[in-house]
């Protein structure tokens, strides 16, 4: 189970010459139970993505603490998250030249595993696997495509906590389909959580729960049921709205 305790991150205001510091997160609570998908959505520039990199590690929280089955993770760090059983798909991916996507999978993996099963995660997110399996993680390959490999290796990992940043950003309608497909089966057969930062209703509408994340505050929780409707007809969700459809047709 992962905790978020009164999460609070401030950065300095650039245009202020007193000093001052601007609110991204205010006083973020909740609970990601175990093996529960759950999206946080809500307008741009409300915190989502500074939120999952808090819950990752790669930003440190001004206040407030995160807790892991119990145990203070606060000031651990990506790494040490990582071995927890905490994993983070990046929102645009790291590049790596030199490394196929096959070395990259079995890293993923933490053991030793076959081209064939690598091939069989590449095939789960919409890619040919003989066309990809050999060839470097760099800057040959198209947003999409690194973002669906970034995805298989998440899928290799097999984590308690998968948390994915708009894993639908770059990615083809096609491939989009086939990745409601891909968490919808992470979540069945891994019996792991997974936090998605969504705004789209295709994957709203798979979630068990909903935070809606706006000014740095969480302003609304529960179900599907619950919280889709007043996404789509309240003004709270006006950013939403906008946003919730930007996979490429």
């Given at each position: 189970?992962?905790?978020?305790?009164?999460?609070?991150?401030?950065?300095?205001?650039?245009?202020?010459?007193?000093?001052?510091?601007?609110?991204?997160?205010?006083?973020?609570?909740?609970?990601?139970?175990?093996?529960?998908?759950?999206?946080?959505?809500?307008?741009?520039?409300?915190?989502?993505?500074?939120?999952?990199?808090?819950?990752?590690?790669?930003?440190?929280?001004?206040?407030?603490?995160?807790?892991?089955?119990?145990?203070?993770?606060?000031?651990?760090?990506?790494?040490?998250?990582?071995?927890?059983?905490?994993?983070?798909?990046?929102?645009?991916?790291v590049r790596?030249?030199?490394?196929?996507?096959?070395?990259?999978?079995?890293?993923?993996?933490?053991?030793?595993?076959?081209?064939?099963?690598?091939?069989?995660?590449?095939?789960?997110?919409?890619?040919?696997?003989?066309?990809?399996?050999?060839?470097?993680?760099?800057?040959?390959?198209?947003?999409?495509?690194?973002?669906?490999?970034?995805?298989?290796?998440?899928?290799?990992?097999?984590?308690?906590?998968?948390?994915?940043?708009?894993?639908?950003?770059g990615i083809?309608?096609?491939?989009?389909?086939?990745?409601?497909?891909?968490?919808?089966?992470?979540?069945?057969?891994?019996?792991?959580?997974?936090l998605i930062?969504?705004?789209?209703?295709?994957?709203?509408?798979?979630?068990?729960?909903?935070?809606?994340?706006?000014?740095?505050?969480?302003?609304?929780?529960?179900?599907?049921?619950?919280?889709?409707?007043?996404?789509?007809?309240?003004?709270?969700?006006?950013?939403?709205?906008?946003?919730?459809?930007?996979?490429?047709?």
């Open positions: 189970m992962l905790e978020l305790r009164n999460i609070c991150f401030q950065v300095p205001d650039e245009k202020s010459r007193n000093a001052k510091e601007i609110g991204i997160l205010k006083d973020v609570s909740f609970t990601l139970d175990d093996n529960k998908f759950v999206v946080i959505t809500g307008p741009n520039g409300g915190g989502k993505s500074t939120l999952a990199k808090v819950i990752a590690g790669i930003e440190k929280p001004t206040s407030g603490r995160i807790l892991w089955d119990g145990q203070d993770i606060t000031d651990m760090s990506i790494t040490e998250r990582a071995k927890l059983g905490i994993s983070y798909a990046f929102q645009q991916p790596f030249k030199g490394v196929t996507v096959f070395d990259l999978i079995r890293l993923a993996a933490g053991k030793e595993i076959s081209v064939a099963g690598a091939c069989e995660y590449l095939s789960k997110v919409g890619l040919c696997a003989k066309d990809y399996i050999k060839r470097e993680v760099n800057a040959s390959l198209s947003g999409g495509e690194i973002k669906r490999i970034e995805i298989a290796t998440i899928m290799a990992r097999k984590t308690r906590v998968s948390v994915f940043d708009e894993p639908e950003a083809d309608l096609w491939s989009f389909q086939n990745l409601i497909q891909v968490f919808e089966e992470m979540h069945d057969q891994l019996h792991g959580s997974i930062i969504s705004h789209q209703e295709r994957i709203l509408n798979i979630a068990d729960e909903i935070l809606l994340i706006a000014d740095g505050e969480l302003k609304k929780r529960g179900t599907k049921e619950e919280i889709l409707p007043q996404l789509l007809g309240t003004a709270d969700a006006a950013g939403f709205a906008c946003n919730k459809m930007r996979v490429r047709e």
